[in-house]
């Protein structure tokens, strides 16, 4: 069974080619796409999907707690993504404050994110087969 992911991010052109990305792979069903943080939230408790992607610095971030985002995981998905251009010490601060899993540089995605994605889908797969 594929897993389910749910992008959010501001840019259209960025998530275009995410989109593109991920709908080549069999083992990922893409099942939608966020503009903002509170669509995103929105999304995730409709869709409930297990990964969510989010851009870690959208245009309405300041308004936005942790706290809020944290809640994508409350609401549904399983583990939050978050993609930024900058590694420093301040987005990996805030990709932790979200309860991110990992945070990847939106300019290796083409290397880096299908295999996050496929990392976590064993890591859930193998917890669920140890439930069963």
């Known amino acids: 069974m594929p897993i389910t992911v749910l992008l959010a991010g501001d840019k259209d052109f960025e998530r275009q080619a995410i989109r593109r990305l991920l709908q080549t792979h069999p083992e990922i069903a893409f099942v939608g796409e966020a503009t903002d943080f509170p ?40 583990r939050l993504l978050v993609i ?11 990709a932790n404050k979200f309860g991110a899993y990992t ?23 193998a917890r669920s087969a140890g439930n069963s």
């Open 103 to 125: 945070l990847l540089d939106k300019g290796d995605l083409s290397s880096t994110l299908v295999p996050a994605i496929l990392e976590k889908a064993a890591e859930l797969r």
């Open 84 to 94: 930024s251009v900058w590694e420093d010490a301040e987005a990996n601060v805030l």
């Open 39 to 78: 669509q995103a939230t929105q999304m995730s408790n409709d869709l409930r999907p297990q990964v969510v992607i989010l851009d870690l610095h959208m245009p309405d971030e300041a308004r936005v707690s942790p706290i809020e985002v944290r809640s994508l995981l409350n609401s549904g998905a399983s």
